[in-house]
Nanobody, 125 residues
Framework: VQLQASGGGLVQAGDSLRLSCASS????????VGWFRQAPGKEREFVAA????????YYADSVKGRFTISKDNAKNTVYVQMNSLSPDDTATYYC???????????????????WGKGTLVTVSS
């Protein structure tokens, strides 16, 4: 599955953005999808994920209550709505997918087989 992340940009603190992760080829219905981010000089970190079966969602504590992940199977796209953005959210955001992800691994970047190129989110203060 080929993934394409989009929707990044430059915003001010308190603003919102919606990132999209589109799949070409295979249906994302068959994959669990996660969002990760990496800020300059920092390690890649888990942001949010949605399970293939049942659609359960998972969030990092740092984004819980501000970010919402969702999947539109008809459009073959996973979204993350990001509200109340702060400069700490500045990073390149990546989406990833895996067909056989188990719940205990959903926050682990190494567990995902497929990755898209990132989209840069910059939040100014």
């Amino acid at each position: 599955v080929q993934l394409q992340a989009s929707g990044g940009g430059l915003v001010q603190a308190g603003d919102s953005l919606r990132l999209s992760c589109a799949s070409s080829g295979r249906s994302l219905r068959d994959y669990s999808v996660g969002w990760f981010r990496q800020a300059p000089g920092k390690e890649r970190e888990f942001v949010a994920a949605i399970k293939r079966a049942g659609g359960a969602t998972y969030y990092a504590d740092s984004v819980k209550g501000r970010f919402t992940i969702s999947k539109d199977n008809a459009k073959n796209t996973v979204y993350v709505q990001m509200n109340s953005l702060s400069p700490d959210d500045t990073a390149t955001y990546y989406c990833a997918a895996d067909k056989s992800l188990i719940t205990s691994s959903i926050r682990n970047a190494d567990a995902y087989d497929y990755w898209g190129k990132g989209t840069l989110v910059t939040v100014s203060s």
